[in-house]
């Protein structure tokens, strides 16, 4: 049985891709990554930066939006809230 819409879900909201930009963060620290896949990271940051923009525009928090879309200008910058 799948249960959701509890309080402290992380899907819902602002969570998971907050979660997972940090995560592709730091997955670009790794000296293993060819070229290729560095820029495979940095485009699917960039992504999942313009998704949390959007959302966060929608709902009126400009200065998130604003944030967030810098993050997905310069996905490599160090700081995510």
Wanted: charged share 35%; no cysteine; proline share 6%.
């Amino acid at each position: 049985v799948k249960r959701g819409g509890h309080p402290d879900q992380l899907s819902k909201g602002w969570g998971l891709d907050r979660f997972r930009i940090k995560a592709l963060k730091k997955a670009l620290a790794d000296p293993l990554l060819s070229p290729d896949e560095v820029s495979l990271v940095e485009k699917e940051i960039r992504r999942r930066a313009t998704i949390l923009a959007q959302g966060a525009r929608k709902r009126g928090n400009e200065e998130m939006a604003e944030f967030y879309e810098a993050k997905a200008l310069r996905p490599g910058s160090k700081r995510l809230p």
